[in-house]
């Protein structure tokens, strides 16, 4: 996501129940994986974007230096002070749990197979800021908090992973690595940026996450991973061009038994609206044979929508961030945070039903939110959701319900 020294984020949870099961038809791949035993469920949990610079890094065990080059905003500290001033103190430095909070539980879920993001932050030492204004890393010694939640896998293809040059991607790279956490999405070179992250299943079958991003989304064109050269996996266009492309890719890894998800990092910040081409793009990766399109970069939730059984999450918001205290956007709910746990049965996947939990931030910590909080996320997903024939209701307590038309 493009974003500034003042902003916000986040989203809500909810129970998805599919009317229509998945009928694309998967290309097929070559050797590898061990072929599919028998029809099972599998769960997964994906988020939005996990920000944990700045602000968040400062109330860590090892914070890198706080000095920022925004235009109003010098010291990540600030952040912080914004987020005491309107909730509360924080027990700084807090454990790697913290930020987490309430949600940890469900990353520690054993019956989750996968937990997915979009990391939006460097983890790096490298000194060196991008000049962008807007620069986010978390010091390598921190990376605890990812392997805390237990995440599996961590989308780069976004406009802050460069935010501290190419070195920091390299080093960002090497951590994450080191931690046993796959990547997709940014890479030493174009073909490792655009390699998939996979995960083989136990029974038979594996989870391809292919992460990719657009300009829309404030990535500088000079990020794109080339022959030789660090950097992102940048699409040059949503064209039937870049969908040609993308399909010999997808079929040149997909085995029987496996499931595709593309993570998407486009569109703007704030607002509803999805630009048309945008829409004939998302509906394009579904006949490339994708079971889930996994959108990401606005700070809020956006519509939900389920095409050909296959589901379409066109904003899933920010997940974490040091957004307290900012003020505008107040009617998006930037301020909740969405994960959502699609269940897929097969092979072939299609999705069977599925749940999201709604968290709100306070003291840059997860806490599950109130009754009100998930009324209204259900009312304003209702809204923008029933024009693509999804219907949200709530479901009691702190879940809502996904009713896809037939």
């Known amino acids: 996501m493009r974003t500034g020294g003042a902003q916000r984020h986040g989203l809500g949870a909810f129970a998805v129940v599919a009317a229509n099961p998945a009928t694309a038809t998967m290309p097929t791949g070559t050797t590898g994986a061990d072929p599919p035993r028998r029809q099972r469920e599998l769960r997964l949990l994906l988020a939005g974007d996990v920000m944990c610079g700045r602000g968040i890094d400062q109330i860590l065990p090892f914070p890198s230096s706080p000095q920022l080059f925004e235009p109003f905003v010098r010291d990540a500290r600030d952040y912080v002070r914004l987020a005491e001033q309107v909730h509360g103190r924080l027990p700084k430095p807090v454990d790697f749990t913290w930020p987490w909070g309430d949600a940890l539980a469900l990353f520690r879920d054993p019956a989750v197979a996968l937990r997915i993001v979009n990391l939006e932050t460097a983890i790096t030492t490298h000194d060196e800021p991008w000049p962008k204004g807007i620069n986010y890393r978390m010091h390598p010694r921190n990376l605890p908090l990812l392997t805390e939640a237990r995440i599996d896998c961590a989308g780069l293809a976004n406009n802050h992973v460069l935010d501290w040059g ?241």
């Open 166 to 406: 190419r070195k920091g991607l390299l080093e960002t790279l090497e951590v994450l690595e080191q931690a046993g956490i796959r990547t997709a999405g940014a890479g030493r070179d174009a073909a490792m940026a655009a390699a998939p992250a996979i995960f083989p299943l136990a029974e038979g079958g594996r989870v391809l996450v292919f992460a990719m991003g657009h300009v829309s989304a404030g990535i500088p064109a000079d990020w794109a991973a080339g022959p030789g050269r660090p950097g992102v996996h940048l699409l040059p266009d949503l064209s039937d061009r870049t969908l040609a492309t993308l399909s010999h890719h997808l079929a040149s890894h997909l085995q029987p038994g496996d499931l595709a998800i593309a993570s998407l990092h486009w569109g703007s910040n704030w607002g509803f609206a999805i630009p048309p081409d945008h829409r004939r793009f998302a509906h394009g990766l579904v006949a490339l044979g994708f079971h889930l399109v996994h959108g990401h970069s606005s700070h809020h939730a956006r519509a939900i929508e389920c095409h050909r059984g296959v589901p379409i999450l066109w904003g899933c918001g920010d997940f974490l961030n040091d957004y307290e205290g900012i003020e505008g956007h107040e009617g998006f709910r930037g301020d909740l945070a969405l994960a959502w746990l699609p269940v897929f049965r097969g092979p072939p996947w299609r999705i069977e039903r599925g749940e999201v939990a709604v968290f709100r931030i306070r003291r840059m910590r997860l806490e599950t939110a109130p009754p009100a909080d998930c009324r209204e996320i259900a009312r304003i997903l209702d809204r923008e959701s029933r024009p693509l024939g999804v219907r949200v209701e709530t479901a009691g307590g702190h879940h809502l319900e996904l009713h896809f038309a037939g």
